[in-house]
């Protein structure tokens, strides 16, 4: 690995994007459209609903990041390998950890914009109650969407189509979401589908929002609850765990 | 003229050859795509591997780039194993399919592989102009023509000047011109010092080559000069020499049969 080949990479990836005019807006301005229909349905006509856009955006704006990419790297660098792109990158001094980095670090500069656009929206226009620092609100977010980006790194190496690619969604992350504590708070959870959930890496994510957003200002580091960082911490594990076994799909010689 | 052709061959018994195949093997799937090859490949020449469709052409190419899991043999690349990290900048390699990014411009993608590789800024400029693209610099790789695509697949092959340049039939399709005109580059490159193999499964451009590996069912059936090839066979161009030779070899089967 060197830092030239990474940034090359991260670059050119963002380079990419720049040209697609029509994904670059739908990544920064769906992700809002989303958020802000979630705060129509419950918010704006009259007595908000139980919980209501303060319960709910929190989990949104974990998901979000997470799912949309998924989506543009498991297609992005599926691309890069049925392309012989990634076999002629790999036959040059590039490391695994080349790619995958400047993958995540791509990616990652998009999700911080696009994160920093949701959250700033639920927060100063959507009134979204947030008794942490907003600020934690970007940083989970990003980590979500870089989770998003490894495990999209990993399962490109199981899809020879971008159809296939596209169906690790219900495979992967649909079964994340209905068990991240969205629909039904995790401790009500039937006992095995509890334990699942414990150890899904959406669910921490999930976790760390909310967190931010009710218990609040705690005694940690930055203001922010000891729960959060821990769970933040899960969080950055699973997208190391994901870089990992990414790389092991990253093979020079293929049959 | 004389002086200088003379010193290149002197040069070529002098310099190991560049690659060296031993009793290649590649199954893949359930074929032997390479069956049991040896062959070797010298600096300073154009080869030319010719064979028909399918009779394991890329499969010998990207066992010798190091892309391919081999089944048995070895292949060694100036003195390295095939593949090996150090060789990783000095060989340049076309895939068959042009592997270029079509969302980024004719530039963006030489600067791009440029960084990988760490040479400088100009060179991308210098291999612009060596495949003729220069005018469709900043041009987005998918508005051009499958012609123009595969040069910049090229391009992006030359940066760096590598040692050994692999290119997986690389005229395929082109305007006869713009063939004649690569076919130029190649030997300007061998001149250069650098071996070059090129591919194809068109049997006329084995008169454009210094040396021939004629190539079938993922066997070597001969390795030669075009006109040694020729006189051997007795034949007048290199389609009759390759049938005059796979006849050779089916007559005695039929015999033991
Ligand atoms: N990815 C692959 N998986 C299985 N078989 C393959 C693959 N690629 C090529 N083959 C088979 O290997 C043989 C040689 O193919 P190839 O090296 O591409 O030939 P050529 O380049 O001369 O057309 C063919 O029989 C082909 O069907
Ligand atoms: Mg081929």
């Known amino acids: ?255 | 003229m004389l002086t200088r052709g003379t010193v290149r061959v002197t040069i070529q018994h002098m310099v190991k050859n560049v690659v060296e195949v031993c009793d290649l093997v590649v199954r893949r799937g359930r074929v032997r795509a390479v069956d049991g090859l040896s062959c070797s490949i010298a600096p300073g020449v154009v080869t030319g591997l010719l064979g028909p469709s399918g009779c394991g052409k890329s499969t010998l190419i990207r066992a010798v780039v190091g892309v391919q899991v081999l089944t048995s043999g070895t292949v060694e690349v100036l003195g390295l194993p095939a593949g090996d990290r150090r060789l990783r900048h000095r060989v340049g390699y076309v895939t068959q399919a042009p592997s270029v990014y079509d969302d980024l411009t004719v530039a963006e993608n030489l600067r791009f592989f440029g960084r990988v590789l760490g040479v400088p800024a100009d060179e991308a400029e210098r291999c612009l102009e060596a495949v003729d693209l220069a005018a469709v610099r900043d041009r987005v790789v998918d508005r051009l023509s499958g012609g123009q695509r595969s040069r910049v697949s090229l391009a992006v092959a030359l940066l760096g000047s590598p040692e050994l340049l692999v290119l997986d039939e690389p005229t395929v399709g082109l305007d006869p011109v713009l063939r004649r005109d690569l076919w130029a580059m190649f030997h300007a490159l061998a001149d250069a010092g650098a071996a070059v193999l090129v591919s194809s499964h068109v049997m006329d451009e084995a008169q454009r080559c210094d040396r021939l590996l004629l190539m079938r069912d993922g066997r070597l059936l001969a390795s030669d000069t075009p006109g040694d090839l020729l006189a051997r066979t007795g034949t007048r161009d290199v389609e009759a020499a390759f049938l005059a030779i796979v006849e050779h070899a089916q007559e005695p089967k039929e015999v033991t049969a």
């Open chain 1, 1 to 255: 690995m060197s830092p030239r080949i990474t940034l090359a990479v991260a670059a050119r990836v963002l380079t990419q994007l720049r040209r697609d005019r029509r994904t670059l807006a739908m990544l920064l301005v769906l992700p809002c459209l989303v958020l802000a229909l979630l705060w129509w349905m419950f918010d704006a006509g009259g007595a908000p609903l139980a919980g209501g856009f303060d319960a709910l955006g929190p989990p949104l704006l974990a998901l979000i990041p997470f799912i949309v990419m998924f989506l543009v790297t498991s297609v992005t660098t599926l691309r890069e390998r049925s392309s012989g792109t990634l076999e002629r990158l790999l036959a040059m001094p590039t490391g695994k950890g080349d790619v995958l980095v400047g993958y995540a670090l791509a990616f990652g500069a998009v999700a911080t914009v696009q994160s920093a656009l949701a959250v700033l929206l639920c927060w100063a226009v959507l009134g979204l109650a947030v008794s942490g620092p907003v600020w934690m609100l970007v940083v989970v977010a990003v980590a979500d969407a870089v989770l998003g980006t490894a495990l999209g790194l990993f399962v490109s190496a199981f899809a020879r189509t971008e159809f296939q690619a596209v169906q690790f969604m219900p495979a992967l992350v649909i079964p994340q979401i209905l068990l991240c504590g969205l629909f039904l708070p995790r401790d009500a959870m039937p006992g095995v589908l509890g334990a699942i959930s414990d150890v899904l890496p959406l669910s921490f994510a999930v976790d760390a929002m909310s967190g931010v957003s009710t218990a609040g200002g705690g005694a940690g580091l930055g203001g922010v609850a000891g729960s959060v960082w821990g769970d933040l911490a899960v969080v950055v594990a699973f997208v190391l765990a994901g870089l990992l076994l990414g790389a092991a799909t990253l093979r020079r010689r293929t049959a």
